[in-house]
């Protein structure tokens, strides 16, 4: 019988994780409708990946670089995903300071200029949203989560707590922009971190 190639991780206490610059992010969509797989394919294929390392499975697609890449090309696939009236929501995990990180697939060195946003920042739809924030190897976890829910407050876009989450409510421009300085905020103060959104437009649900 073969020995069993166990994995291994790195640490997670205090100090974990990389001091690369990486920021990923891992996100499914599903429109509801019969012809989601088209919907799905169009929206990858439009995005412009040329700053950001891509792979996508049967799962989900990955984007990894700088953060204000990787924002850039998650928004641009949920915005060319929409389509008005059709129910469709987006699960994404955006993490930075994986242990497992390396810089050989991602584009560290890309310069600021944001390949898709002028193409869609023009282009608003309401989003309803639920989010998790995840500090690593930090004792005083609660008080980072808390800054975050605390700055939606400021913005308007908090639409309460539940168990396990927070709601938002905002325009899917806002909502990526409270994004970006969500993870901006947790770059700066944290070395590992994993930052849970879900989105949801045209839901039947009252």
């Known amino acids: 019988m073969p020995e069993k190639q166990y994995v291994t991780y790195g640490c997670c206490g205090c100090g974990c994780g990389t001091e690369l610059p990486i920021t990923g992010c891992r996100f499914s969509l599903a429109p509801m409708c019969d012809d989601f797989a088209d919907v799905i394919l169009d929206a990858v294929s ?3 990946t040329a700053k950001v390392w891509k792979q996508t499975d049967k799962l989900s697609t990955v984007y990894r670089g700088r953060a204000c890449h990787v924002e850039d090309a998650v928004k641009a696939c949920f915005v060319h995903a929409y389509r008005g009236g059709l129910h469709m929501t987006m699960e994404a995990t955006f993490s930075k300071g994986c242990p497992g990180d390396i810089d050989g697939d991602s584009f560290l060195t890309a310069d600021d200029t944001l ?3 002028p ?3 023009d282009i608003h739809f309401p989003v309803d949203c639920k989010i998790a924030l995840y500090p690593m190897g930090v004792s005083d976890y609660m008080s980072h989560i808390a800054h975050i829910v605390n700055h939606a407050i ?4 908090y639409a309460g707590s539940a ?3 927070t709601l938002l409510s905002a325009d899917v421009q806002a909502l990526f922009s409270y994004i970006g300085k969500v993870n901006a905020y947790c770059g700066e ?5 994993v930052f849970e959104v879900t989105m949801s437009v045209n839901s039947p649900t009252k």
């Open 154 to 157: 400021d913005l308007g876009i």
């Open 163 to 165: 168990h396990y989450c």
């Open 115 to 117: 390949c898709n946003e």
């Open 119 to 121: 193409k869609i920042a």
């Open 46 to 48: 439009k995005v412009d």
């Open 189 to 193: 103060n944290l070395r590992h971190y």
